[in-house]
């Protein structure tokens, strides 16, 4: 038997705010750009697992010891978000540039499924 106390515990640990993502797809592919605000770059993770995008990041809450906050409006110390690639989309040529607390990933869409020009023959 679980201890409800240590359920809460846990799911409270593994509780993440869902960071806000814009997502722009033009005729070579997409690029989203998710705002991670107080994530430095060595506590963010990118991860592609099969046909799962899932970005991760834990905040550095500077906050002195000696105060405590009367109000806060986040009270997650993490941002955790998954999204399904199409397959579409050639997950191995993925780009990541992360500056500011903006995280902007650029996915380019597979060979397959690029536009192409077909030749005409004269007959």
Do not use: C, W
């Not at 809460?8 to 705010?17: D, P």
């Not at 963010?44 to 046909?51: M, N, R, T, V």
């Not at 834990?58 to 000696?66: A, R, S």
């Not at 941002?79 to 903006?102: C, I, P």
Request: hydrophobic fraction near 40%; avoid cysteine; proline fraction near 6%.
């Amino acid at each position: 038997m679980t201890d409800k106390t240590q359920v809460a515990e846990t799911q409270h640990e593994n509780a993440a705010l869902l960071p806000p993502v814009d997502v722009i797809e033009d005729a070579n592919g997409i690029t989203l750009y998710a705002d991670l605000p107080g994530v430095p770059k060595d506590k963010l993770s990118l991860q592609i697992e099969a046909d799962t995008l899932t970005i991760e990041g834990d905040m550095l809450l500077n906050t002195p010891e000696d105060l405590k906050a009367s109000h806060a409006e986040v009270g997650l110390p993490r941002y955790r978000r998954a999204f399904t690639l199409s397959k579409e989309l050639d997950s191995e040529k993925v780009s990541a540039e992360f500056r500011d607390g903006v995280l902007k990933l650029r996915i380019p869409k597979a060979a397959h499924a690029q536009a192409r020009k077909i030749a005409i023959q004269a007959a």
